[in-house]
């Protein structure tokens, strides 16, 4: 079953927050995410496996709370280049390692 | 650097026709990924292989698509006959699971854009 994705497009001035999340309703072995930008492939951004860690990478951090089945990622004083569309990839279990991708989040950075 | 691979990057087919789509993935990765993209349904997954053994077609319609891997550095995704319907991006990506391993990233290639008229 697809996860949903929240919301499904925001627009930010640079230097601002945003917050983007992923609920599922099956239970989560992983959460992945993605950023795919307009006419090109997605490209990994980070796996939060089960176990409610947290992780970041730069400026972009995520969260995981597999009691809730819900992933969320914050991306902080965003950039230009941040733009682009956001998904979240749910494996449901440990020896699947297929994803079920979200709809995605288009993220628009303005100057 | 190492990518994935795909040919074509495009391609524009009349309804009926036969579409070979190709990928190589990242040498030494050994679970391959193809996927259909389109604005209504997004990234769908169509098949999986594992170390060139087919694991899953379930999102692939049986009657016209078919999914190998001849060898390792190819995987091949063929319609026929191809349909209107089939227009979409389809992405090949790959990634490494290890022995017991959690679960791992994959690396999308750029994808084939396929329009059927």
């Known amino acids: 079953q697809q996860p949903v994705q929240s919301p499904q497009a925001v627009i930010l001035r640079e230097g601002e927050d945003a917050v983007i999340n992923c609920s599922s309703s099956?239970?989560?072995?992983?959460v992945h995410w993605y950023r795919q930008k307009h006419g090109e492939a997605p490209v990994f951004l980070m796996i939060?496996?089960?176990?409610?860690e947290q992780k970041g990478h730069d400026k972009i951090s995520a969260s995981f709370n597999e009691k809730k089945q819900q992933s969320s990622l914050y991306l902080t004083a965003s950039q230009l280049s941040y733009s682009g569309t956001y998904f979240c990839g749910t494996d449901s279990g440990a020896g699947s390692y297929q994803l079920t991708f979200g709809k995605g989040t288009k993220l628009s950075v303005i100057p | 650097d190492a990518r994935v691979t795909q040919t074509p990057r495009h391609k524009v087919t009349e309804m009926g026709q036969e579409v070979t789509m190709r990928c190589q993935p990242i040498l030494g990765h050994n679970t391959v990924f193809w996927y259909r993209q389109t604005m209504m349904q997004g990234l769908e997954l169509l098949a999986y292989f594992r170390n060139r053994a087919p694991l899953d077609d379930s999102g692939m319609p049986k009657d016209r698509f078919s999914a190998e891997m001849p060898d390792a550095t190819l995987a091949t995704l063929k319609i026929q006959p191809s349909e209107p319907r089939d227009s979409a991006v389809y992405f090949c990506a790959s990634g490494l699971v290890r022995t017991g391993g959690s679960s791992y990233e994959q690396y999308f290639g750029p994808g084939t854009r396929l329009t059927v008229t």
């Open positions: 099956k239970a989560l072995y992983s």
């Open positions: 939060l496996l089960k176990g409610g």
